[in-house]
Nanobody, 125 residues
Framework: QVQLVESGGGLVQAGGSLRLSCAAS????????MGWFRQAPGKEREFVAA????????YYKDSMKGRFTISRDNAKNTVYLQMNSLKPEDTAVYYC??????????????????WGQGTQVTVSS
């Protein structure tokens, strides 16, 4: 199993920045991709960004490109999500997740095997 712990959420004004972290432990050698998703109240969980664990290829939802940056530190088994120019509509619980198979889509919730507990991001206007 893989355990994931997110941190870095909080309250920020519109236009501000936050950096989320997700530390992985356990059977991390099984990780193929790590992703970030978010879920706002009353909405479905949606894909934000993903990064391949070995090659570092990055994937983003179109609306996040240019504002969000995903990165990883393999030595620390940690993935980061740098969020800039935050908007009130970015308010959500942000989750990191791991995908252990290369055959599944990076964009789908069901593709991911392990999830963190989530961290709240609130952007005030």
């Amino acid at each position: 199993q893989v355990q994931l712990v997110e941190s870095g959420g909080g309250l920020v004004q519109a236009g501000g920045s936050l950096r989320l972290s997700c530390a992985a432990s356990g059977r991390t050698f099984n990780i193929y991709t790590m992703g970030w998703f978010r879920q706002a109240p009353g909405k479905e969980r949606e894909f934000v960004a993903a990064i391949s664990w070995s090659g570092g290829s990055q994937y983003y939802k179109d609306s996040m490109k240019g504002r969000f940056t995903i990165s990883r530190d393999n030595a620390k088994n940690t993935v980061y999500l740098q969020m800039n120019s935050l908007k009130p509509e970015d308010t959500a619980v942000y989750y990191c997740a791991t995908k252990t198979s290369p055959d599944r889509s990076n964009w789908l919730v069901l593709s991911y095997d392990y999830w963190g507990q989530g961290t709240q991001v609130t952007v005030s206007s």
